[in-house]
């Protein structure tokens, strides 16, 4: 016999998109010695040492020939370990250990370990539906991630170890369906809106926001509860739906944070990035373009605190996911879109020394670091915020007041406003439309901020359960505009 | 000997000149100085010059011990806006909400009476001064601490031009002088020299707005201290000219009175119910909307509505999170 050839079909992912990958084996006689091919990265390269030893820990042969595995189509980069699993089946059917046709109705994703056991990798949801789709109704995978896999709606085959996956494949075995140890856990209680004291209109902001899906910007001194605030806005927004919940699981597989007993995220996503976010690490990069801060607070919500601190390019670079919902992300290998429409909570002081808004300190700031500090905060990015609040430091009363409303009746509210929001749009009354053209001369407003707060009445209209905007509900809006601290409106 | 050739000398030598220099500098420059020629180009820039001997120049100016030479003039109003009653309104560049909201007011309401407010085109309390008089339809004058063709500091560029559509910038110096820390003082004199009366809204100890103060003191005016909290570092200057005897400024209407003027009606506004209640809590002092909410019982949403309807009317204004009757 002079060669052999096998296949096993797996996928790859290019950010959130997947493409069809043959995983080949050839063996033929010669020097024995082993090669990948196929524009293999790092990682996937190493794969040679994981199989080789992994064939061996399942007391499985490894073949003495001339052994190369080709990754087609060969122009696309492959990365990390995923392939592990693909390779070392297609040598085991190469070599004649398991049945060449069993693999024609599974695709198979894992990462071997030296002992023979699968690892889980990231993106298995997405690979697990581009299985799906090109036909193959069965998916090897690691038992951890088999969960996930089923999500896509594919038939999981849980593998703990090669072993088991070639017991399988020569049809000696059905494998144990994986069983989550902790069986279901409820949502972690989350940060409860009774924690917080005093601040009542910035409460009130943080539910307009949370029933319109506006951005909202917090702007005080600093312990005055801004982050206490924003962290709380996950809370009192209504449950993920089961396609959005779908959507938003697919997006930190990709990313590689699914934690291994919950495959399906259900929480709305909170994620709060440091100021020292690099771009990438805010809309996403890399080589093999990865999700970043925005995609994985998709349908969730981004907390930036110390919002002025933050580069001014990673800023700006915000304006595209803020105005589209997603991110594209152009590579030379194409194109990657990442979904990214997330609710924006930002914080910052009102100046770089913090003290402006506290009546117990003196700001220091010049006049030129104060322009400074306003003019990092573009007119652009400003304008995204619908609601911007300042929060001043409350006195020593304020503190000892009794805990404030808690989160489950706010939330009752907003998912109440949310449905007559969508229903129908609000009419205006004539004294509405009449002052919002006084206001726009008087303050004065930009064009941009009208309509910011011809939304914001809409919104608060609907929390009122009235019909149509009045006075009281623009003028309201008109309250929750930028204050000149941080420029003109 | 010109006062012309002064100003463009000490321009020329990024001097400060008042007296005829008996150097031998100045008299060869006087000697090659072509001041018809430099008329025409301040003609062209639209700069008028008005000399310390010509009879248009400002008794009140002329009057100090040191005079400048003239005044280089920009703005559409006549050079006679310089004779008629005017007031100063000065303090410091980093002022508080209070000191902006004092400033601003003083501005309308002085402004609405008919004076002219003199003041010196800096960030903060004169920034707002200049402010509110444009606000009320008022004249205003500022006074520059470089050359008259520059508008410093840069920011103030558009007010700077706002304040020319009405009034005027008038500076001792001539094009091209830059700012430079040691002629703010001497900016100083000439609006104290120029205004029957100053106001100080806001200073520290040792402030510039103090200068200007004394300037006035010394020439025997009127000079008004807004009184502060007794606390804020931005009011010990002005604490301090009330303790050396300065008069205390509690509303326009004792500026008013040295000129002989009663205010001008300021307009009624009719007000919803919240509104007036939240407004009687304001007068008592400013107050964040917990507190406003605390005092007159309304919740958060109304409470937001009933501020915006008082800032609307004039009535409130807000500064870092924290609201004030006007």
Request: with cysteine.
């Given at each position: 016999m002079g060669w052999v050839l096998a296949r096993t079909i797996t996928h790859a992912l290019v950010g959130l998109e997947?493409?069809?990958?043959?995983?080949?084996?050839?063996?033929?006689?010669?020097?024995?010695?082993?090669?990948i091919v196929g524009l293999a990265d790092r990682a996937c390269q190493?794969?040679?040492?994981?199989?080789?030893?992994?064939?061996?820990s399942a007391e499985l042969d490894w073949p003495m020939r001339r052994i190369t595995v080709n990754l087609a189509p060969a122009a696309l980069r492959k990365e990390g370990s995923a392939f592990d699993l693909p390779i070392a089946l297609a040598i085991?059917?190469?070599?004649?250990?398991?049945?060449?046709?069993?693999?024609?109705d599974h695709a198979a994703v894992g990462e071997l370990a030296l002992d023979g056991r699968l690892r889980p990798v990231g993106g298995v949801l997405a690979l697990a539906e581009a299985a799906l789709g090109a036909g193959l109704p069965r998916m090897l995978c690691a038992a951890r991630s088999s969960p996930e896999a089923a999500l896509a709606g594919i038939d999981p085959v849980p593998v703990r170890h090669l072993a088991d996956a070639v017991a399988y494949l020569r049809g000696e075995l059905v494998p144990e369906p994986w069983v989550p140890r902790n069986g279901h856990l409820a949502d972690a209680p989350g940060h409860d809106l009774a924690d917080l004291r005093g601040q009542e209109r910035a409460r009130r902001a943080l539910e307009v926001a949370a029933t319109g899906g506006h951005n909202l910007l917090l702007a005080g001194p600093p312990g005055t509860g801004k982050t206490m605030l924003a962290r709380r806005l996950p809370g009192i927004l209504p449950p993920l739906s089961p396609e959005e919940a779908i959507e938003v699981t697919r997006i930190h597989s990709v990313a590689g944070m699914l934690a291994a007993d919950r495959p399906l995220v259900t929480a709305r996503p909170l994620r709060s990035p440091h100021y020292s976010a690099t771009v990438a690490a805010l809309v996403g990069g890399g080589p093999g373009p990865r999700p970043g801060e925005v995609s994985l607070a998709h349908r969730g919500v981004l907390v930036l605190d110390e919002f002025a601190e933050f580069q001014r390019p990673a800023l700006e670079a915000l304006r595209q996911p803020l105005e589209d919902g997603v991110v594209a992300i152009a590579r030379v290998g194409g194109r990657a879109v990442f979904p990214a429409r997330f609710q924006l909570v930002a914080a910052m002081n009102l100046c770089p020394c913090g003290a402006r808004g506290d009546p117990a300190a003196d700001c220091k700031c010049s006049p030129q670091r104060l322009s400074a500090f306003r003019d990092k905060l573009s007119r652009a990015l400003l304008d995204r915020f619908d609601l911007v609040v300042a929060m001043p430091r409350p006195r020593a009363a304020e503190l000892a007041a009794p805990p404030g409303e808690a989160s489950e009746p706010v939330r009752r509210r907003?998912?109440?406003?949310?449905?007559?929001?969508?229903?129908?749009?609000?009419?205006?009354?004539?004294?509405?439309?009449?002052?919002?053209?006084?206001?726009?001369?008087?303050?004065?407003?930009?064009?941009?901020?009208?309509?910011?707060?011809?939304?914001?009445?809409?919104?608060?209209?609907?929390?009122?359960?009235?019909?149509?905007?009045?006075?009281?509900?623009?003028?309201?809006?008109?309250?929750?505009?930028?204050?000149?601290?941080?420029?003109?409106? | 000997m010109s006062e012309l050739a002064l100003a463009a000398f000490a321009a020329e030598t990024g001097s400060h000149v008042v007296r005829t220099p008996r150097d031998r500098a100045f008299r060869v420059f006087a000697r090659g100085f072509d001041e018809d020629a430099y008329l025409a180009r301040l003609r062209a820039?639209?700069?008028?010059?008005?000399?310390?001997?010509?009879?248009?120049?400002?008794?009140?100016?002329?009057?100090?011990?040191?005079?400048?030479?003239?005044?280089?003039?920009?703005?559409?109003?006549?050079v006679e806006l310089l004779r008629s009653a005017t007031v100063a309104v000065v303090g410091a560049r980093s002022c508080s909400p209070y000191?902006?909201?004092v400033a601003r007011m003083l501005g309308r309401e002085l402004g609405r009476a008919?004076?002219?407010?003199?003041?010196?085109?800096?960030?903060?309390?004169?920034?707002?001064?200049?402010?509110?008089?444009?606000?009320?339809?008022?004249?205003?004058?500022?006074?520059?601490?470089?050359?008259?063709d520059r508008d410093y500091p840069a920011a103030h560029r558009e007010l700077a031009a706002r304040i020319r559509a009405t009034g005027l910038t008038v500076s001792e110096y001539a094009p091209g002088v830059e700012p430079a820390p040691w002629r703010f003082p001497a900016r100083n004199r000439i609006i104290a020299g120029l205004s029957a009366a100053t106001v100080v809204v806001e200073a520290r100890d040792r402030s510039g707005a103090l200068i200007t103060a004394d300037l006035a003191l010394e020439e025997g005016r009127d000079v008004f201290a807004v009184p502060g909290e007794v606390t804020s570092a931005l009011s010990a200057g002005t604490n301090d000219l009330l303790k050396l005897g300065a008069a205390p400024l509690t509303g326009s209407a004792d500026v008013l009175e040295v000129f002989g003027l009663t205010g001008a009606?300021?307009?009624?506004?009719?007000?919803?119910?919240?509104?007036?209640?939240?407004?009687?809590?304001?007068?008592?002092?400013?107050?964040?909307?917990?507190?406003?909410?605390?005092?007159?019982?309304?919740?958060?949403?109304?409470?937001?509505?009933?501020?915006?309807?008082?800032?609307?009317?004039?009535?409130?204004?807000?500064?870092?999170?924290?609201?004030?009757?006007?």
């Open positions: 997947t493409r069809r990958v043959e995983v080949e084996a050839h063996l033929e006689n010669g020097v024995p010695g082993f090669a190493e794969a040679k040492h994981r199989v080789r030893s992994g064939i061996a085991l059917a190469a070599s004649g250990q398991i049945p060449r046709d069993s693999l024609d907003v998912a109440a406003a949310r449905e007559r929001l969508d229903v129908a749009r609000a009419e205006w009354t004539k004294e509405a439309t009449e002052l919002l053209d006084r206001a726009v001369e008087r303050l004065p407003l930009s064009g941009r901020g009208r309509a910011r707060a011809r939304r914001v009445a809409e919104t608060i209209a609907a929390l009122a359960s009235e019909p149509a905007v009045g006075t009281e509900h623009l003028s309201e809006a008109l309250a929750y505009r930028s204050p000149t601290e941080l420029g003109a409106p | 820039d639209g700069v008028q010059w008005v000399a310390r001997s010509a009879p248009e120049f400002p008794p009140l100016l002329h009057a100090i011990h040191d005079p400048p030479p003239g005044l280089f003039v920009r703005g559409s109003a006549d000191g902006a909201q008919g004076l002219v407010i003199v003041s010196g085109l800096a960030r903060g309390v004169d920034g707002e001064a200049h402010r509110g008089a444009l606000e009320s339809g008022g004249l205003t004058v500022g006074v520059l601490g470089c050359g008259i009606e300021a307009e009624t506004v009719e007000l919803g119910g919240w509104a007036e209640s939240v407004l009687a809590r304001l007068r008592d002092g400013p107050a964040t909307p917990d507190e406003l909410a605390r005092a007159t019982g309304l919740d958060a949403g109304a409470l937001a509505s009933a501020l915006t309807e008082l800032e609307l009317a004039g009535c409130a204004v807000a500064g870092g999170g924290v609201y004030r009757a006007n």
